[in-house]
């Protein structure tokens, strides 16, 4: 893990397309980068601890030119961030690089040093080189020694592999790990995302389980697991260039949070109509379990699980329909227990997030009606697997900390809590005046950014702080827990989430004039129990800043600061105030002087567990 790029061309130098596809993947976060390109008769390998520019600076110094090559970016899984644990691997006459983990790695890695193989890493990557070439030697035949390799890996994994003897060929395995061809005029291309090869070429074929694919310039034959030749659509990607420049802004995460009025309304375009959620947005599928379903599964990630937790209590309070959230990691290991009339729902930006695709695939054999993905990638895993779809059409998000699809998966979970109400013919009503306040919310949002400044003067109360607190009741609660996870994840500053009635139960302990609470107040029914929390940090020293409206009576005193936020539809805060705590953690970010748009350790794309 993190990102893969290859080549095989007649006649183009294929080094510069590998050096722009792993500047194309850098949103996905990584710690070392590599290439390996066959040169004459032999393969060349440049690899760097550090980022894609330090590989670019050795390669200025020592040049590497050749049609055939492979280049990767590495998120350690298996051994240090080091030059001699980056990708590619070798051994003897290959290269390969590896997106994923290997499971059974150190019982392959104690069989192969038996045979006399010498490891020079610490990764699980380097079996697999090893275990190639050792299935090679039995009969020169590369396609047989991948082949059988992959019959004994357990885990996940996308791997690309290129051979000394045969200049114009590169095979690739997918399994688990997402993997996509790009093709061309004499030339094809491979990559983990196919925004990595898009100045190349809009044509791609997607891997599919267990397929590998043997590739050279003029033609790509694909087989299953089994060894049958398989076929694969040829899709075309109309996917805007300017995506990837920042333009006006200092960083991605900066430039996709002012995105997220334009976000919301593509979300929303062509979905609602004379005041109604038009009822095929979610597909011709949908309008015959809908009616059905009584019970919701939401499953997800990170970002993702806080946005259906918001959603269960849309679902319970509007369509009046049992909702059960769970973490993907831990739901695919439970003996989950599967009430009758059940949809699943699962919720991905990436759509390869390893933990919710193993969870969707073992559901598949539950009592299920259907499965639901809701995502922002239109030709990922969890899209192509799921029994219906809704895309959030958010655009691509480059910073890897999530923002825009965050809000967006709101407003698709609302539309989906508003369509499953109307079939069982529940708060029509609040349909309608729902959706009279989705469509002002892009204006609401505009508004809302416009306190960037005041928020950027907040910054400095935390440069030197150790931890903070996010407080929240009701909706409010997952919107504590994603502005905490979002300053943690970017300023590397300790934050928790907490429903505020749980202050007493712990967390109050840690109160003191050190400890900056930050409170999501908006007035709602929850408004009096709040201020009465916000009142107990104060009488204990706690430094307060308050997110709220007009209405809710909270006023600026010593140690309580208030941002004014425009007054919304209850329903609707959630979507609205995690706007200024992506602002916040934004701008503390940067004030501690931290990688914003690739924060350490962490990856954009999670394919592994």
């Known amino acids: 893990m993190c990102g893969i790029v ?6 183009r130098d294929v080094t510069p397309v590998l ?10 976060g990584y710690d070392s980068a590599g290439v390996a390109v066959l040169v004459d008769d032999a393969i060349v390998r440049c690899r760097v601890l550090g980022k894609v520019q330090g590989l670019s600076n050795a390669l200025e110094q020592a040049p590497i030119h050749g049609y055939l090559g492979i280049a990767h970016t590495r998120w350690a899984t298996h051994g240090e961030p080091s030059e001699h644990n980056a990708h590619p691997h070798m051994s003897h006459h290959l290269a390969l ?8 790695y150190v019982e392959l890695r104690t069989e192969l040093m038996a045979s006399g193989y010498v490891f020079l890493s610490q990764t699980d990557t380097e079996v697999i080189a090893h275990l190639i070439d050792h299935y090679y030697q039995q009969k020169n035949d590369l396609l047989y020694a991948v082949q059988q390799s992959v019959s004994r890996l357990r885990g996940a994994y996308g791997v690309a592999i ?29 990559a983990s995302d196919p925004f990595a090869l898009l100045p190349v070429t809009q044509r791609f074929q997607y891997l599919e389980e ?24 040829i899709k075309t990607l109309d996917m805007k260039e300017d995506v990837a420049n920042k333009g006006e802004y200092e960083h991605f995460m900066q430039k996709e949070i002012f995105e997220q009025a334009e976000a919301i309304t593509s979300t929303l375009e062509g979905r609602v109509l004379h005041g109604h959620v038009l009822e095929r947005i979610f597909g011709e599928k949908a309008e015959s379990v809908f009616p059905s379903v009584r019970h919701v599964q939401i499953i997800a990630c990170g970002t993702s699980y806080h946005a259906g937790l918001i959603a269960a209590y849309w679902l319970e309070e509007i369509a009046q329909i049992e909702c059960r959230v769970d973490i993907a990691s831990e739901f695919r290991y439970r003996n989950v227990i599967v009430p009758e009339s059940s949809l699943l729902v699962c919720i991905s930006q990436s759509g390869e997030t390893a933990d919710t695709l193993a969870a969707l695939r073992q559901s598949a054999h539950k009592a299920y009606v259907a499965s639901l993905a809701i995502c922002n990638a239109p030709e990922s895993s969890l899209v192509r697997e799921a029994d219906i779809v809704f895309m959030t059409r958010a655009g691509r998000e480059i910073g890897v ?13 609302l539309l989906l809590t508003l369509t499953l109400a109307k079939n069982h013919k529940k708060n029509t009503r609040a349909e309608k005046n729902l959706l009279a306040a989705l469509e002002q919310l892009p204006s609401l949002i505009q508004d809302v950014l416009q306190l960037d400044l005041r928020i950027k003067q907040l910054a400095s109360l935390f440069k030197e702080k150790t931890s903070a607190l996010f407080l929240g009741r009701g909706t409010n609660f997952p919107v504590a827990l994603e502005g905490a996870l979002k300053l943690k994840e970017i300023s590397y500053l300790h934050a928790e989430g907490y429903a505020a009635g749980e202050l007493k139960h712990g967390p109050i302990a840690l109160i003191d004039h050190t400890m900056p609470v930050i409170v999501i107040a908006p007035s709602d029914s929850w408004i009096e129990k709040l201020r009465s929390n916000i009142e107990e940090v104060r009488s204990r020293g706690g430094v307060v800043i308050v997110f709220t409206d007009q209405n809710s009576g909270i006023h600026e005193e010593a140690g309580l600061t208030v941002i004014r936020l425009p007054s919304v539809h209850p329903m609707l805060t959630p979507i609205v105030y995690a706007i200024p705590l992506q602002l916040l953690s934004y701008h503390v970010a940067v004030a501690r002087g931290t990688d914003v748009d690739q924060p350490r350790n962490l990856a954009k794309s999670v394919t592994v567990e």
Do not use: C, W
């Open 6 to 11: 290859g080549a095989v061309s007649h006649q």
């Open 19 to 28: 050096m722009e596809g792993l500047r194309r993947l850098e949103y996905r």
């Open 97 to 104: 690089v590896h997106n994923g983990i290997i499971e059974n």
């Open 162 to 190: 290129i051979h000394e003897h045969f200049p114009q060929r590169m095979i690739v395995v997918r399994s688990g790990s997402p993997i996509v061809i790009g093709l061309g005029e004499n030339e094809n291309f491979i």
């Open 210 to 233: 267990g397929d590998i694919a043997d590739i050279s310039p003029d033609h790509v034959d694909l087989y299953n697991l089994q060894g049958s030749p398989v076929t694969r659509k």
């Open 401 to 413: 900390a999530s923002t825009k699809a965050f809000t967006t998966q709101l407003a698709a979970l």
